[in-house]
């Protein structure tokens, strides 16, 4: 185990001796040590397919809005997430990343907005391999990608013009997430505006009594930023913009769009998700092969 990662886990602990709460990344108040992890325990079971680190990474958690996070990665520089987190082997602790999760996104996205797609002017904050815009693009749609650690295709004359930004699967990923919104709110339109967001909450996962068990609890997927619904609403409101969250996984953050129209685009695609799972379904169990013989 590298060193530099050892001397960073000594200088937290040292410094929780002396000092052991925290600042609220989200709403400034205060937040006292939840538990800890081990460094590379992933989403993917088994938590540790070889030895732990044995390195501990501290999530603290706020008394007050319910965000979790850890300061472990608070310095870390571009190399040193591309070196131990972003690295060759995270195809391995994230098989979806490249092919799975980007066809399922895209798909998701196309139903939400394909009774709206001439007037759709789009960015994948946070789009890993850049297949999802891809996807998109091929699809009809105007959608560019962005990633700090993955392929960009974003077109500098269109900030402020992005009307739509997915981040699916990006907020947990980050070390300063308002710093993070303000990023992406800078590159929007500033009128009207759609985020969807997908991040886990941590609401009917996480209690006082029990330890940090929850899979989504992992550093070595980069998971550091783990929010409640609470939190997440408090972090849409610092930006001007409200939230709206459909499951546990699915929030939207809202500029100048009515409920009405959220929720025509939300009931729309949830249809054209059940008719696709029913068309699978169907294509699965139907006897094509007879019916083509006879």
Not at 23 to 34: G, H, L, M, V
Not at 66 to 89: A, C, P, Q, V
Not at 152 to 172: P, Q, R
Not at 209 to 233: D, K, M, T, V
């Amino acid at each position: 185990m590298d060193d530099s990662l050892i001397a960073r886990a000594t200088s937290e602990l040292l410094r929780y001796r002396t000092h052991q709460e925290a600042t609220c990344k989200i709403c400034e108040s205060t937040a006292i040590p939840f538990d800890m992890v081990d460094l590379l325990k992933q989403c993917e079971t088994p938590f540790y397919p070889d030895t732990p680190s044995l390195i501990p990474v501290i999530y603290h958690r706020c008394t007050t809005c319910g965000f979790i996070f850890t300061t472990y990665f608070d310095e870390f520089s571009g190399e040193m997430w591309r070196k131990h987190i972003y690295n060759s082997d995270y195809i391995k602790v994230d098989p979806e990343y490249l092919d799975a999760r980007p066809k399922r996104n895209s798909f998701f996205i196309d139903t939400l907005l394909s009774a709206k797609k001439t007037s759709v002017i789009g960015i994948d904050y946070g789009g890993g391999n850049g297949v999802t815009a891809e996807i998109l693009r091929g699809l009809g749609y105007e959608y560019d990608s962005y990633d700090p650690y993955g392929t960009s295709s974003m077109d500098n004359t269109k900030i402020g013009s992005y009307n739509f930004c997915s981040a699916i699967e990006v907020l947990e990923h980050a070390p300063d997430p308002v710093g993070l919104m303000a990023d992406l709110v800078g590159l929007a339109n500033h009128d009207r505006l759609i985020v969807l967001i997908g991040t886990c909450t941590s609401d009917r996962a996480v209690t006082n009594g029990q330890r940090l068990s929850w899979w989504y609890a992992a550093p070595r997927n980069g998971h550091i930023s783990l929010f409640s619904e609470n939190s997440l609403s408090i972090l849409a409101k610092r930006f001007g913009l409200e939230c709206h969250s459909f499951s546990q996984s699915i929030h939207i953050f809202t500029r100048n769009i009515s409920d009405k129209e959220l929720s025509f685009l939300w009931l729309r695609g949830r249809v054209f998700r059940k008719l696709n799972t029913m068309r699978n379904k169907l294509l699965r169990q139907w006897p094509f092969d007879l019916w083509l013989k006879g």
